[in-house]
């Protein structure tokens, strides 16, 4: 008897291996805690009328309860151990690490609107609950709240010279966000999209905001542009990793971890690595079926079918396009741990930032 549609998704989903090392909520508990602790006294400096707008941001970020449903943090905590590892301290980063993540979080409020994403983390977005007007704003006032956490760093004693230069990172990093987010947005209607066009989208999109936050925390550390340059390059081929692996795990997983539903990309229509790599080398059967399934509409359109969706994967099960996008996500892995190897710290310092590592995607 053949399987159906739905129980073929479901096996071809529990097949796939996602290993991760490390929990970094776990490991790193003092330093996330810290990262939410700063980030929520920037909220609680603003009150008066628009207290709602705060506490609209307050749920968006998880700190409206002590429990509160709440991201990883990782691109915050990967400045901190940049900057731990040059000077031995986490605190004074801080606000550059809040700062980062107020940054992150508002091209996410933005990006579910833009998506039509009713929910992050198990909660209904900001846009589900109280509209897309007041949604566009919050993202926004995250966007400013952003960059004046950013100003918190002067009280803590870093120049105004330093202060200047990692805002200027930091606007040529949303810059390259919004690039990524155009091209992310307009691989939607293309019906090909190549696997070097997929590497520009991520590489502004993902890799720059991690190449950035590690950056970030190396400005603050020292003067020395080679050091900063070299951490910059060690973030960003971490975070071309990122993604790929985040890649596989959205076609192929049911995740518990981000809400999504099973092989949630491939319901959404998402040109993700998988995808594209299968676009330019499966059978050509393969590839006219797979433009055919994704030329009925992007992710906005109505969700695809089970029996599409089973289709989908079978041909990138087919053309071997998981098992390349693992390769390709731990090859930039592995190129990020050879940097890391290689970065001008202490060697019992880099602990931390090889189990952040090994985080993103485990051997």
């Known amino acids: 008897m053949s399987s ?3 129980s073929r998704v479901t096996r071809l989903v529990e097949e796939v291996e996602y290993p991760s090392g490390v929990d970094i909520r776990i490991e790193f508990t003092r330093q996330v805690d810290q990262i939410d602790g700063e980030m929520s006294r920037v909220l609680d400096e603003r009150g008066g009328h628009a207290r709602g707008l705060y506490e609209m ?12 449903t709440r991201g990883k943090r990782l691109r915050p905590l990967l400045g901190l151990l940049a900057y731990h590892s040059l000077t031995g301290n986490y605190d004074a980063a801080l606000p550059g690490a809040a700062a980062v993540e107020l940054g992150h979080n508002f091209s996410l409020v933005h990006d579910d609107i833009e998506d039509a994403d009713r929910e992050r983390r198990h909660r209904p977005t900001l846009w589900a609950i109280w509209g897309i007007p007041l949604a566009i704003n919050a993202g926004d006032a995250l966007f400013a709240l952003s960059r004046l956490a950013l100003y918190r760093l002067l009280d803590d004693g870093f120049s105004e010279k330093r202060v200047l230069e990692l805002m200027r ?7 390259a966000l919004c690039e990524g987010q155009y091209l992310d947005i307009t691989f939607e209607r293309q019906e090909d999209v ?3 066009a997929y590497l520009a989208m991520i590489g502004k999109k993902t890799a720059a905001l991690l190449g950035a936050s590690v950056q970030a925390g190396a400005i603050l550390a020292t003067d020395d542009a080679e050091v900063v340059e070299a951490y910059r390059h060690f973030g960003y081929d971490l975070g071309m990793a990122f ?5 596989v795990k959205g076609t192929f997983w049911a995740s518990a971890e981000t809400g999504k539903p099973e092989a949630g990309d491939v319901r959404r229509r998402k040109k993700t690595l998988p995808l594209v790599w299968a676009l330019e080398h499966a059978a050509d059967a393969d590839r006219a079926r797979l433009r055919e399934i994704y030329a009925h509409g992007g992710p906005n359109d109505d969700a695809m079918s089970d029996e599409l969706v089973g289709d989908v994967l079978a041909i990138l099960e087919r053309c071997g396009a998981r098992d390349h996008a693992l390769s390709e996500a731990r090859r930039y892995r592995d190129v990020a741990i050879a940097q890391l190897e290689e970065l001008p710290c202490p060697p019992d310092r880099k602990g931390d930032l090889a189990a952040f590592v090994r985080s993103v995607i485990a051997a």
């Open 169 to 175: 990172v930091y606007d040529e990093t949303c810059l």
């Open 57 to 68: 941001l307050a749920y968006h970020l998880g700190l409206d309860a002590v429990d509160g």
């Open 194 to 196: 190549t696997v070097d």
């Open 4 to 6: 159906s549609p739905r």
């Open 243 to 247: 993604q790929m692996a985040d890649d």
